[in-house]
């Protein structure tokens, strides 16, 4: 079993067996949980409301049961040592010096994130590679779509001095595209389109990625020694959480995520799913096969596909490339959201998304498992509203029992209901243990399997694992109802044709928590909540208590958003020692290196507050190195007369009456005129004073004071 082997050498039969275990094992699971409804229900006839119960409720339970099937399959392969059908078995046993390699890029596409963070993060993985002494068969590229033009100017100086630091000028490239079109798999296109074919190889990561050079190298070894695999997708793990609500997320990403990675390798195999970032592709399959269809009609269901990864993994694997898992690597991470309703707007992107590939379920080139994927990504938001229905029609259909038979519900013999309908208790109360069972074993058997691998003292020790895992437990039963609510929204929204706009993804905590913001997103679910649970209270005190759980979510959510979203109550969990990963107490170097370059960087000249919001503006055109470093970034373009006049125009206007005169569109207009900008920065100099706009007088006034510090001093 230690010997290397090849993907290609995979018994197919083998395969065929594992999947029908795990369809067995989810369809006993769900008949079973499914005729213990049916039997609760069928005491008097079947009403067409207990028909509809019933049918959602096998619906709900067997997406409930894909994950428990998933986990116990994953504790049979943990248990035993692994999978002896992995793909980083293809390179076990092998040094880094002795691994195959092939030409790579490193791409990242960036959307208004924050420099430091950003190059910072290639840093270290540029060192990483570096210290491998395999930095010369990888090239970076940060790939820009900013509109903000702060965030756009930060950006260009950041390169420049990260080229100059590391001597990376031929290795390290960025790029600003003019136009962004198709979001992010737009800008990955537009790569491959220009510089794609020149690699064998590309490294797919995001603004928040890491990814140690060992594990880059160790990709590209594998896909090297399988050429018929097309997308090699790592398991990132969650780091660097500062809030409690990030905390919480990254503890049982790593504690909970082995269990179900280990069992989705068990059946996936080489038709496994590519989550769009922390992944090798194989370029030239890429090209050729991965071009996103555009949809029918318009979005939110039509058009361009937002959610492309599943789409790319079901393309690649539909023209006869393998698309694999590599469960077990390690050095790979990412950052989670910093707080709840972070977390919830980006699942508002992630579920237009999802829905979209509706469209594609039929769609007959794709093998029968990406098939599944893309329906379990429906249902992974879809089952939100199911859910609510269901608990919306088993209230209405208690409260119906109730009214009609009030006089005959209270007598000698103890009742109560359970799942919205009236029931004996030993009956009820075994189909309630055993969904508990479904939900909660699978965390159970990774505490146990931390502790019988003495891996508990990575986690802070035994007591503090078990401590943290019944804390999570606790809160995770609170947020359920609060995504519940969340993604219901968000589904009736897509139903309804309202779209999603692309915004930048928040990854920062902050130490003040938006209490009004928090209000107005949690308003609705707390008012629902308080009159759901105060109808079922007056009306059947019983049913009141089994609702509690998710009663106690929704009324507590804006304080339990807020005290999940404070970083001094995520550093106070840190300093008692709970959830604490593996990550936090045996850091990998790349992480320690990435946590101290942030607390030594200076992010960014702090300017006065009637400068803030123009101020990569004022740098390009005020500075003469920043000025240089924009304008040899852009490309020379020479428009017509009307073109050229109106450019004129602006200049003018921008320094006679300054940067709040002007709109957005016209602002980024000049910053993309090469001409205009070379313009902007002699005139400037020029001009009397007289003759600027105030907003101008103070720039000059203060970057006077700040020659002292040169503009590049600040983004070392």
Not at 119 to 135: H, K, P, T
Not at 577 to 596: A, I, K, N, S, Y
């Amino acid at each position: 079993m230690g010997m290397p082997f090849t993907v290609e050498q995979v018994d197919r039969s083998r395969v065929g067996r594992r999947r029908i275990t795990f369809l067995t094992l989810t369809f006993l699971l769900t008949i079973l949980a499914s005729w213990f409804m049916a039997d609760l229900l069928w005491r008097d006839g079947m009403t067409v409301l207990e028909w509809i119960i019933l049918l959602l409720f096998a619906i709900l339970f067997a997406h409930i049961a894909v994950g428990f099937s998933t986990a116990l399959l994953g504790f049979y392969v943990l248990n035993r040592n692994g999978d002896p059908y992995r793909i980083t078995r293809s390179i076990e046993g092998e040094s880094l010096a002795s691994l195959p390699m092939a030409s790579t890029a490193i791409v990242m596409p960036v959307f208004n994130e924050d420099p430091s963070r950003v190059f910072e993060g290639l840093r270290v993985i540029y060192r990483s590679l570096e210290l491998s002494g395999r930095l010369e068969n990888f090239d970076f590229f940060i790939l820009s779509d900013s509109n903000n033009p702060n965030n756009w100017i930060q950006e260009e100086v950041a390169w420049v001095e990260l080229c100059k630091q590391l001597n990376g000028f031929g290795r390290i490239f960025y790029r600003k595209r003019r136009i962004s079109i198709n979001k992010k798999s737009g800008n990955v296109a537009d790569f491959l389109r220009r510089w794609g074919r020149q690699y064998r190889y590309m490294a797919v990561l995001d603004a928040d990625s890491i990814m140690t050079g060992e594990s880059l190298i160790k990709l590209v070894a594998m896909m090297e020694r399988n050429p018929k695999v097309g997308i090699l997708q790592t398991a990132p793990r969650v780091v660097n959480g500062v809030t409690l609500y990030s905390r919480l997320q990254q503890f049982s990403n790593r504690l909970y995520s082995p269990l179900f990675l280990a069992g989705l390798n068990y059946w996936h195999q080489g038709e496994s799913n590519f989550w769009g970032h922390n992944a090798v592709i194989r370029v030239a399959p890429f090209i050729d096969y991965c071009c996103l269809p555009e949809l029918p009609g318009r979005e939110p269901f039509g058009g361009r596909i937002l959610s492309h990864d599943f789409v790319e993994a079901a393309l690649m694997r539909g023209a006869g490339w393998g698309v694999w898992l590599a469960y077990d690597l390690d050095g790979s991470y990412e950052e989670g959201p910093p707080t709840l309703i972070d977390s919830a707007k980006r699942d508002r992107r992630w579920c237009q998304g999802n829905m979209q590939h509706s469209w594609l379920l039929s769609e007959r080139s794709f093998h029968p498992a990406n098939r599944f994927h893309l329906l379990q990504g429906i249902m992974g938001y879809v089952a939100s509203p199911l859910w609510m229905l269901f608990l919306l029609i088993s209230t209405i259909h208690t409260f119906r029992e109730v009214l009609a038979h009030r006089m005959n519900i209270y007598h000698a013999e103890a009742y109560t209901s359970v799942f919205g309908y009236v029931v004996e208790v030993p009956e009820a109360l075994a189909l309630f243990l055993f969904t508990l069972l479904l939900l909660f074993l699978p965390k159970v058997i990774a505490v146990l399997l931390a502790l019988r691998q003495e891996r508990g003292r990575a986690y802070g020790g035994a007591f503090r694992l078990v401590l943290s895992a019944l804390l999570e437990v606790i809160v995770s039963t609170l947020l359920a109802p609060i995504n519940m609510m969340f993604n219901t929204k968000f589904v009736l929204y897509i139903l309804m044709g309202q779209g999603v706009a692309w915004v930048t993804q928040k990854r920062e905590a902050s130490e003040d928590t938006d209490w009004r913001e928090a209000i107005i997103t949690h308003s609705g679910q707390m008012s629902f909540g308080l009159v759901w649970g105060v109808s079922a209270f007056i009306l059947v005190p019983s049913f009141f208590w089994w609702l509690s759980p998710v009663l106690a979510g929704l009324v507590l959510s804006a304080p339990l958003s807020i005290f999940l979203g404070k970083a001094g109550f995520g550093r106070r969990a840190r300093e008692l020692g709970l959830f604490l990963t593996p990550d936090e107490t045996q850091p990998p170097q790349e992480l320690v290196r990435l946590e101290r370059h942030m607390e030594e960087c200076y992010r960014h000249m702090q300017p006065i507050v009637q400068l803030r919001d123009d101020y990569g503006l004022l740098q390009a055109v005020l500075d003469p190195y920043v000025n240089a470093v924009h304008v040899s970034l852009l490309r020379q373009r020479r428009g017509s007369h009307a073109v050229r006049s109106y450019f004129v125009t602006l200049r003018k206007k921008l320094l006679a009456e300054g940067p709040a005169r002007l709109t957005h569109r016209e602002k980024m207009a000049l910053l993309l005129d090469p001409e205009s900008m070379i313009w902007l920065h002699e005139q400037l100099w020029k001009q009397p004073s007289e003759q600027l706009a105030e907003w101008w007088r103070l720039a000059m006034r203060q970057y006077n004071v700040l020659t002292a510090t040169p503009v590049t001093a600040l983004y070392r």
